[in-house]
């Protein structure tokens, strides 16, 4: 099959790939100029393992191709598969402006049968708006189908979340499109699971949402661990263990970050209120995702009461471990609130080296904690687990070791002669 992906981002480049994986024709457009000539050399824009090697071999075997000829792929291409950004605008609504340059592309040149594919994150409702948009254009029914099929893959994770789903999820209008969408997927042995337009955005936001939800429920039982002083750990063991709850994204900290969590939230909140429907559920999950730095900072200053030009690192800036994104990283908004009381801020991080000129970046971990009044460690690199703590000890001006990630061993650390603090725990 001969498909057409609009969007050279983290989506559109991982299910490009997967696409031309499983044997069809594929070319992944971009507008960016710079970007398109970069993957026409082989220089993948963002740090996904293995998706390199499999973008480079399969430009080889002439399945994948890339062009920034965005007009005229679109006009000759039957199936387009949308996978440009939906960022958040400033008041938390999701803003669609690139979807409906693509749309009027579309619009403009169709001219032959084609089924549109949204694959962006979009409010409930805009996959009806696009049908709704070309039949007012005058565009008659029988030359398009649209399909909402949301992704679910993790950064850092993608190329495994996408040859091995748990589903794929298929909106429509009818049922014309779908021997083709299985066909196009027929690779994998996920269920499929068929559902109108809308459906299938609700079941991408409900997703993000519900991972949300679990995050903030951790973050809250860890505060409440913490006046009863009881080990999170343990209490994240015991309830893991009951399968209708299971072990997964329960893990308390700094809260949750990246570019999909936040905004899908904010997202459907203003979906929400656009009908007058309230989301108390979704406005508690946000507010303690978004007070969590101020319980650690509160939990640094019991041992460090004034923060004033002391110098702390923090270990790890990405907005989770395995991917070089820092979009809505939690580290990062701790830096900042670090740099507005004071602090001499150090950082390091195993993909990230300039953070801003108002921090120190160090390319050693234990370098970076030379002379430190506390060490905090805010994403949960590998190398964090096991470091030489005998070294950050004999480094450190001072010996607190706040782990806002749970995911060192306290026992050992505190063996070295530190302090340590973790989530949950003193
Ligand atoms: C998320 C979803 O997990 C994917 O299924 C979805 O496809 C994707 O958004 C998207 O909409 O494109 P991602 O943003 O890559 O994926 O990151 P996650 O692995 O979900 O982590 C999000 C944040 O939650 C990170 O900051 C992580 O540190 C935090 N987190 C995760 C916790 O604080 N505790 C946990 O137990 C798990």
């Known amino acids: 099959m001969k498909i057409c992906i609009v ?14 994986v499983f044997g069809h024709e594929v070319l992944c457009v971009d507008r960016d100029q710079a970007k398109i000539d970069g993957l026409l050399q082989g220089k993948v824009p963002i740090y996904e393992p293995g998706l390199e090697d ?45 979807i409906k340059q693509v749309i009027e ?16 994150t979009v409010p409930p409702g805009t996959n009806e708006w696009i049908q709704q948009t070309f039949l007012e254009m005058g565009i008659k029914d029988d030359l398009f189908d649209i399909v909402s099929n949301p992704e679910f893959l993790r950064e850092g994770r993608a190329l495994w979340d996408i040859f091995h789903p748990n589903k794929l999820v298929f909106g429509t209008k009818t049922d014309r499109p779908l021997e083709v969408l299985k066909k196009l997927y027929q690779k994998g042995s996920a269920p499929f699971v068929f559902t109108s337009l809308t459906g299938a955005e609700l079941i991408k936001y409900a997703s993000n949402v519900f991972l949300a939800t679990k995050i903030s429920f951790a973050n809250e039982m860890a505060r409440i661990c913490d006046v009863f002083q009881v080990d999170y750990a343990d209490l994240h063991k015991g309830l893991g263990m009951d399968p209708r709850i299971g072990p ?31 989301t108390k559920l979704l406005d508690a999950v946000m507010e303690i995702n978004d007070t969590q730095i101020e319980l650690y900072l509160k939990k640094l200053s019991t041992e460090l009461p004034d923060l004033a030009d002391k110098q702390i690192t923090v270990w790890g800036v990405t907005f989770k471990p395995g991917t070089d994104d820092l979009r809505s990283s939690p580290a990062i908004a701790l830096i900042q609130q670090l ?28 370098e970076s904690v030379s002379n430190s009044d506390a060490l905090i460690i805010a994403t949960e690199w590998e190398q964090f687990l096991n470091c030489n703590w005998s070294e950050v000890k004999s480094r450190m001006k001072r010996s607190i070791v706040l782990d806002a990630r749970n995911c060192v061993d306290g026992e050992i650390v505190r063996r070295q002669g530190l302090q340590y603090m973790g989530v949950g725990k003193r």
Do not use: W
Not at 248 to 255: P, R, T
Not at 341 to 362: E, F, N, W
């Open 7 to 20: 969007g050279a981002g983290y989506v559109g480049l991982t299910t490009a790939t997967a696409l031309a």
């Open 248 to 278: 997964d994204f329960l893990n308390a900290g700094l809260g949750f970050g990246g570019s999909c969590l936040p905004k899908d939230l904010s997202s459907l909140k203003h979906s929400a209120l656009s009908h007058q429907l309230e």
């Open 54 to 98: 499999l973008i480079i071999e399969n430009c080889k075997e002439n399945r994948l191709h890339f062009s920034s000829n965005v007009k005229e792929s679109i006009r000759d291409y039957p199936i387009i598969l949308i996978a440009v950004g939906t960022p958040s605008q400033n008041d938390g609504s999701c803003n669609l402006s690139f």
């Open 339 to 366: 740099l507005q009381k004071g602090c001499r801020v150090h950082a390091y991080d195993p993909m990230v080296q300039l953070i801003s000129s108002d921090v120190t970046s160090h390319s050693n971990q234990y």
């Open 105 to 120: 592309i579309i619009a403009s040149t169709i001219n032959n049968y084609k089924i549109i594919i949204t694959k962006s």
